[in-house]
């Protein structure tokens, strides 16, 4: 009988582990933001934990014979087991079983068959088993904390597989940050640089040390003449190690703002972060192309002063190297008068939101600076594609138009998407925004949001708030200044995507703002 309640408790523990290493492997293999997340969520086993308690009162009270206690404590485990998820396939970001996830897995497993194996063989106890059934979660944690030599190994090996290759074939090498916009100045600089030769950029949001590395390892190859590298921060110290990795040539940092806050905690400690980009480029003797606004913080102002002749500034001041004129956003994208070499252009991209005038003019500058001739920058520019998920218009076969700004919200990017909707609203259509708000503000979560949520009401008829209690003061804010407009509350993005089926028209347009990761949306019932 100990036997078979201990190879019932395994079955379920297994399926359990996989459920709990899908966020585990969102939070990046972080045990604190993983117990945290556990702890802010509740993500703590109840079903099992209630039948295996009133088992423990049955046997208590000598209501069932410890053979039954038995029998009934392996049917629990055996059901919980068959009706458990699967995230690999169910997922809104699917659980990637790679060889990490597959080793961090197989070590929570052994500790847990471990602790199964001790609960059976001393006691006959189901409280006991209450305490193997919520050691699950922690028994990852333990995992990773034991694999970390082995894992620091593994990607110490890949680090210098990816290092010696940049070295030996020298491809120029442009690295890209900010707290927003990097990955669309990546994509359009990446767009005018094909232009000119091969060129390798970082796929989608890859930004971290082995995701470069993974790229370099096997996509780089001795045709490409530039790489165009995208480098997150996710605390001081972070892109320095990446710059040791893929040492710049150029440096282009695109903002210093609130995404990414909670982790940082000031702004003058992101912009520390991003400028460690800029004194690896300056060490190599590049030049550093910035946004005006970034230099508004006292670190980029007296990384400024000191690097005088390698920063080239964008934006409206008459002192930019680079100086935009007017824009003008259009059903057909962006169009951006500019100033530069004391010469006119004027930049046409079909791409949305007036927030991407500084991205275009920034890949434009630092397309010029690599030597791309002006005028070809600008033919390039004419066919650069919509970047997926970043306020990507996507007309729909009855007539709506949807307006996809899914990945990497932030205050800015989400002010565009709100303006833009007049732009494709037809007279007589309805304007809906699809929103959970954004992530990792910190301190500036509820400012940000009750700001988002006035000019929201300016600008949108029905608002569809995802987890409203999370963006009270968004949702607070759009009554009051829109009390005509309609709040839907949803628990989901597929439950406000159902709430939308049919009640479309081919007048009316819909901004998708910030798809949340499983880990923020959605809560674990178990």
Same mark, same amino acid.
């Given at each position: ?45 109840? &079903? @099992?934990?209630?039948? $295996? %308690?009133?088992?423990? !009162? #049955? ?7 410890? /053979? =039954? ?30 060889? &990490? @996830?597959?080793?961090? $897995? %197989?070590?929570?497993? !052994? #500790? ?7 609960? /059976? =063989? ?30 620091? &190994? ?19 090498? =442009? ?352």
């Amino acid at each position: 009988m100990k036997t078979l309640v201990a190879t019932c408790y395994a079955i379920f523990a297994l399926r359990r582990l996989v459920t709990y290493l899908h966020i585990f492997q969102q939070e990046e293999y972080d045990g604190t933001r993983f117990v945290r997340w556990i702890w802010r969520t509740a993500a703590f086993d109840s &079903r @099992a934990t209630g039948l $295996l %308690a009133l088992l423990g !009162l #049955a046997e208590a009270v000598k209501v069932l014979p410890g /053979a =039954i206690g038995y029998i009934v404590a392996s049917a629990v485990f055996l059901a919980l087991a068959y009706f458990e998820g699967d995230p690999r396939s169910s997922g809104k970001k699917p659980l990637v079983m790679t060889l &990490r @996830a597959k080793r961090v $897995l %197989a070590g929570a497993a !052994l #500790a847990a068959g471990i602790a199964g194996v001790l609960v /059976a =063989i001393y006691t006959t106890s189901a409280w006991f088993w209450i305490a193997a059934v919520q050691f699950l979660p922690f028994s990852l944690v333990l995992s990773n904390l034991t694999l970390a030599p082995y894992e620091q &190994r593994v990607q110490r090996r890949f680090w210098r597989e990816a290092h010696s290759r940049l070295e030996e074939l020298r491809p120029v090498t =442009i690295g890209i940050t900010g707290s927003y916009g990097k990955t669309s100045v990546k994509h359009i600089l990446g767009h005018i640089l094909e232009t000119q030769a091969p060129t390798l950029v970082t796929p989608g949001s890859v930004n971290t040390t082995m995701g470069i590395a993974r790229v370099v390892r096997e996509q780089l190859g001795p045709h490409h003449r530039f790489f165009v590298c995208e480098m997150g921060a996710y605390g001081p110290g972070s892109i320095a190690k990446l710059t040791q990795l893929a040492p710049p040539n150029l440096a282009i940092i695109t903002a210093i703002g609130f995404a990414h806050y909670e982790r940082f905690k000031t702004l003058d400690t992101v912009a520390r972060a991003k400028f460690e980009l800029a004194e690896a480029a300056v060490e190599g003797s590049g030049k550093v192309i910035v946004a005006e606004d970034v230099l508004e913080q006292p670190a980029a102002r007296e990384f400024a002063t000191r690097h005088e002749e390698s920063v080239v500034a964008v934006g409206r001041g008459a002192t930019c190297a680079l100086r935009v004129g007017s824009v003008k956003q259009t059903s057909d994208g962006m169009e951006i008068d500019i100033v530069w070499g004391g010469l006119p252009y004027t930049l046409r991209a079909p791409l949305f939101g007036e927030h991407q005038a500084i991205d275009i003019a920034l890949a434009f500058a630092a397309a010029c600076q690599l030597g791309v001739a002006p005028n070809s920058a600008v033919l390039a520019l004419a066919s650069a594609g919509q970047i997926s998920h970043r306020l990507e218009v996507k007309r729909q076969p009855r007539g709506s138009v949807l307006i996809d700004d899914a990945y990497n919200s932030n205050p800015v990017g989400f002010a565009s998407g709100l303006r833009i909707l007049d732009l494709f609203c037809r007279p007589g259509g309805r304007r809906f925004l699809v929103t959970p708000g954004m992530v990792e503000l910190g301190a500036a979560h509820d400012r940000e949001h009750a700001a988002i949520g006035a000019l929201a009401a300016l600008h949108v008829d029905v608002l569809l708030a995802i987890l409203p209690e999370r963006i009270s003061t968004l949702t607070a804010a759009y009554r009051a200044g829109n009390p005509q407009g309609t709040v839907v509350s949803c628990r989901s993005f597929s439950e406000a995507q159902a709430w939308l089926a049919g009640k479309l028209g081919p007048e009316d347009v819909v901004l998708v703002e910030n798809d949340l990761p499983d880990l923020y949306e959605k809560k674990l019932s178990l």
